[in-house]
């Protein structure tokens, strides 16, 4: 089905054999030596996809919204690349895969890339300078921009839940960038680095927040305001008719952070972090509850309210509900061994919902394993990962670029391709963008021309 909607032709070897004689029905391949090379034809494009994306963001309004928020960092008669312009070609080579801002000197080859850019792709100098006039108020702004389409893609109607997944990750660096420094990096030890924080609701594939920074800062109680500022923000755009969930890995395991959500009247889930306190209290534990067993009848699966409360949330006056789970199964992550007769393997949850049903609550944040690759996804296919400037601000204001690019695509596919929108990125881009065309200039206007068996002409006409 993949190949079908993709323009690509199931083998006919079965009909070979059938109607073919055996010295018949044998596929040979032709001698390319055979084939002549005709005179170049500046007409053709292999971007043809990205003349439907563009009409697209302009429905929506980006061009000028791009226009209007970002316009006065380049003013003056001597002007001849608006930043805006800088943005949508940025935009442009991101949607196609284009990493780093040295390839748009292989896409100012393509025709249509060039007559979509105004007629001039601007040297990579000039996009390196554009992006170092970003200032910390500009990035704000785009990251409210960035984090607008990502709250704008639909979320399915039969999710009364809708969970907002927060995390960071590790960008190892290999210059001499600012703000790079030594922190936490389980690959590249002692590598400096960036560590950025990532807001994503996996409902519908959407980004809606996310900051830069240095490699020395984890996540904490200094991320506290940014946490209320995205959940506020989230809360407010699912408006009364849906229920909000957040959850975080066992950084979330911070007072501050869970009291900040709680306030909020908005549930969380987060991995505990297992103290000596907590694990004492786990080993006193003897309510078990079996979910699931084994093929001797043993159990495989147990889980258990836990009378916990550390002193700091005492202090606080905050009493968050903990559940334990203890299995057999392999699980992802640090394997903590509280009893010497048992081989259960423990894991502790914080919450501050207290109807759920105990492994309901487990089993909800398990679900949150997709934001894994969803972080890989953005490394290898938005490259985030690849900074392209020394300037710490640039880098973060690139960094919100791909991110929104992401959320554009997702939109985009959303509502023009819905029965691709679970397909990855490499393949989207196939079908949707990188796809071969012919640009034809007519005394009326232009014309592009599609493959007759492309996806996309099949949409278009």
Not at 248 to 271: N, P, Q, Y
Request: with cysteine; charged share 25%.
């Amino acid at each position: 089905m993949r190949r079908d909607l993709a323009g690509g032709k199931r083998g006919n070897g079965r009909l070979r054999q059938k109607f073919h004689s055996p010295r018949q029905r044998l596929v040979r391949r032709p001698d390319p030596r055979k084939i002549r090379i005709g005179k170049p034809d500046d007409s053709l494009t292999s971007v043809a996809g990205l003349v439907p994306f563009r009409v697209y963001l302009d429905d929506i309004g980006l061009d000028g919204q791009l226009e209007h928020l970002f316009g006065h960092l380049k003013t003056g008669d001597a002007v001849v690349y608006p930043m805006a312009n800088t943005m949508h070609q940025l935009i442009d080579a991101n949607a196609l895969g284009v990493q780093r801002i040295f390839g748009l000197e292989g896409l100012a080859a393509d025709p249509l890339f060039v007559f979509l850019s105004g007629g001039s792709v601007p040297s990579i100098d000039t996009s390196y300078r554009d992006l170092e006039r970003f200032g910390p108020e500009d990035i704000a702004v785009l990251e409210e921009i960035m984090a607008f389409h990502g709250r704008a893609i639909p979320i399915p109607r039969r999710c009364s839940t809708v969970h907002l997944d927060i995390d960071s990750t590790v960008e190892p660096l290999f210059g001499s960038q600012e703000c790079a420094v030594r922190g936490y990096n389980p690959r590249y030890h002692g590598r400096p680095s960036y560590h950025p924080i990532i807001a994503h609701i996996p409902e519908s594939g959407g980004y809606v927040a996310a900051m830069l920074r240095p490699g020395n800062t984890t996540l904490g109680r200094g991320d506290v305001p940014f946490i209320k500022d995205i959940v506020e923000r989230t809360k407010l755009e699912l408006g009364p008719g849906k229920k909000l969930r957040v959850r975080i890995d066992s950084a979330g395991d911070c007072t501050e952070i869970m009291s900040a959500i709680e306030d909020l009247r908005v549930t969380f889930v987060t991995k505990a972090r297992m103290t000596e306190d907590l694990r004492n209290a786990i080993g006193a534990t003897e309510d078990w509850v079996t979910v699931e067993w084994d093929e001797d009848g043993k159990p495989l699966r147990q889980f258990a309210e836990v009378k916990f409360r550390r002193d700091e949330w005492r202090k606080a006056g905050r009493c968050f509900r903990v559940v334990a789970l203890r299995t057999r199964e392999e699980r992802q992550g640090g394997q903590t061994f509280i009893w010497q007769d048992l081989e259960y393997t423990v894991h502790a949850f914080i919450t501050c919902d207290h109807e759920t049903f105990g492994d309901d609550i487990i089993s909800e944040y398990d679900y949150r394993a997709g934001i894994e690759p969803m972080i890989a996804e953005l490394k290898i296919c938005w490259g985030i990962g690849k900074v392209p400037s020394r300037s710490f601000d640039a880098n973060q204001a690139m960094f919100l670029l791909k991110l929104l690019t992401a959320n554009l695509v997702r939109r985009y596919v959303a509502a023009k391709a819905p029965e691709i929108i679970s397909w990855r990125v490499d393949w989207v881009r196939r079908i949707l963008f990188c796809v071969p065309g012919l640009l034809r200039s007519r005394s009326h206007g232009h014309t592009l021309r599609l493959p007759t068996n492309s996806y996309l002409s099949r949409w278009l006409y």
